[in-house]
C-alpha cells in the first residue's frame, strides 16, 4: 500500500518537471534500483567518471553526465574504488575489477603519505596541492581498502595498505579519547563514524585489531556522542568531548542519525549488546524528526529542540534515510524513502543525481558530486537484500 509521504515524492518529482508512477512494493522499488544502477550509473561513472588521461576519476558530471574535471580530492577516488568493488559484489557484468583498480592505484599513486596516511588533495597534474592527513579521508581508505580486497585480493598488498592506515592513526589519538580532526572542529562525531565503518569493512576479513577499533569508537559514540536525555546524536565537541556551546553545539543532522542508527544496530547484533540496539532505535527514531512531510524527504539539519534550522534537502541523508528504514522501518515507511531516493535520480541523463532539493520541491542546478555514488550503492546494497536480490 502506498503511503501519503510516497505520493508527495512524487507530487516533487512532477513539479521538477519529471513525473513516474510510485512504486507498488519493496520488491518493485528492489527491481528500478537494479536496473538504474546496471544499465545506467555503473556504465556512466565509469565510461564518462574516470580520467583515462591523467588517472583517477573525475570529482563530478554535469546533470546531462558530461566530465567536470577539477582538482582531486581523496575521498573521491576511495569511494569510488568503493562503488565499483560494491558493483562487483552486485554481479555487475561490466569491468568493475578495471574501474576499481583503475581508481585504487591512482589512490595510491598519488595520495599515499610515507607514513601510511593518505594526503587530502592533488591537482588534475598529480601534484600535490594539500598534503595533510584528514581522518575523514583514512577512514575511506579502510572502506575502500578492505571492499576491494574482498572482492579481488590482487598481490595481497591491501592489508597492509589498511595497516598502514591502522598504524598511522596513533599520530591522530586525542590524549582525552578518540581522534582529532584536522579541521576547525576538531573533536567530532562524524569522522569516528567513518573510521567505524572501515574498521568493521576490515573485520569481516579477520583481526582482532579491527574490532578492538570498532568497540572503541562505539563505545565513545555511547558514552559521548549520544545525548543520554534526548538519546540522538550530538555532532561538535571541545578538548575535553565536552558539548562545545553556541549554534553548533545545537546542531541536529537528521542523516547523521540515520547513519549511526544502521551502524550501532550492525554492531549490536554482532556483539549482543542492547544498550547499542537501544542507541540505534533511538537515533533512528530522532532521524524521523527530520523528515518534511511536503516534500517527503529527509531536511539537512534541525536544532537539538527539533525545530527546523536548514530546509534544504540533500541526497545523501535519503540515503541514510532508506538503510534505517530498511533495518527499522515497516514496509511503507521502507517504500517511502525509496521514492524519496528516486527523485534526486530522475536526471536528464540516466546514472547521474541532483544533490539539493530547495524548500519549493525544486533543485539546485549544478554538477552531480561523485561522492554520492558511495552512499547510493550503500543504499542499494541493503534495499537488495531485504528485499531478497
Not at 576519476?57 to 558530461?66: D, K, R, T, V, W
Not at 579491527?210 to 556522542?225: G, P, T
Request: glycine letters at 12%.
Amino acid at each position: 500500500m502506498v503511503g501519503d509521504s510516497v505520493m508527495m515524492g512524487c507530487e516533487a518529482g512532477a513539479r521538477s518537471g519529471l513525473s513516474f508512477q510510485a512504486f507498488g512494493d519493496l520488491a518493485e522499488a528492489a527491481r528500478w534500483y537494479d536496473d538504474w544502477a546496471r544499465t545506467a550509473a555503473m556504465p556512466l561513472w565509469w565510461t564518462q567518471g574516470a580520467d583515462r588521461v591523467r588517472g583517477g576519476f573525475h570529482e563530478a558530471l554535469s546533470i546531462e553526465g558530461e566530465p567536470r574535471p577539477g582538482f582531486r580530492r581523496a575521498r573521491v577516488q576511495s569511494r569510488q574504488v568503493y562503488s565499483y568493488a560494491t558493483a562487483g559484489a552486485m554481479g555487475w557484468d561490466g569491468p568493475w575489477r578495471e574501474a576499481a583498480w583503475h581508481g585504487m592505484t591512482f589512490f595510491l599513486e598519488r595520495f599515499r603519505r610515507e607514513d601510511g596516511l593518505f594526503r587530502c588533495l592533488v591537482g588534475l597534474d598529480g601534484a600535490v596541492l594539500d598534503d595533510t592527513a584528514m581522518l575523514y579521508d583514512q577512514a575511506f581508505a579502510l572502506l575502500a581498502t578492505a571492499t576491494l580486497h574482498g572482492m579481488d585480493p590482487r598481490g595481497g598488498e591491501l592489508p597492509e595498505v589498511a595497516l598502514g592506515v591502522l598504524n598511522g592513526l596513533n599520530a591522530m589519538r586525542h590524549p582525552a579519547g578518540g581522534f582529532k580532526e584536522n579541521i576547525a572542529y576538531p573533536f567530532q562525531a562524524n569522522a569516528h563514524m567513518h573510521i567505524l565503518e572501515g574498521a568493521m569493512a576490515w573485520a569481516e576479513h579477520g583481526g582482532q585489531a579491527w574490532d578492538d577499533l570498532a568497540d572503541e569508537i562505539v563505545e565513545m559514540a555511547l558514552r559521548v556522542f549520544i545525548d543520554p536525555q534526548g538519546v540522538f546524536l550530538r555532532e561538535f565537541f571541545d578538548a575535553d568531548w565536552r558539548l562545545v556551546g553556541g549554534d553548533e553545539g545545537r546542531l541536529l543532522e537528521p542523516g547523521h542519525q540515520f547513519e549511526w542508527a544502521w551502524l550501532l544496530e550492525r554492531w549490536g547484533r554482532l556483539r549482543g549488546r542492547d544498550d547499542a540496539l537501544a542507541a540505534a532505535r533511538g537515533l533512528y527514531a530522532a532521524g524521523r524528526r527530520g523528515l518534511d512531510p511536503g516534500r517527503g524527504v529527509v531536511i539537512n539539519e534541525l536544532w537539538d529542540d527539533f525545530s527546523i534550522r536548514e530546509t534544504t534537502a540533500r541526497l545523501w541523508p535519503q540515503t541514510e534515510r532508506l538503510k534505517a528504514e530498511l533495518v527499522f522501518g515497516n514496509e511503507t515507511d521502507q517504500v517511502a524513502a525509496a521514492e524519496a531516493l528516486r527523485l534526486y535520480l530522475m536526471t536528464p541523463a540516466a546514472g547521474v543525481w541532483h544533490d539539493k532539493l530547495r524548500a519549493d520541491g525544486t533543485f539546485i542546478d549544478e554538477p552531480a558530486p561523485a561522492t554520492s555514488f558511495y552512499h547510493i550503492l550503500c543504499a542499494c546494497t541493503e534495499l537488495f537484500r531485504t528485499a531478497g536480490r
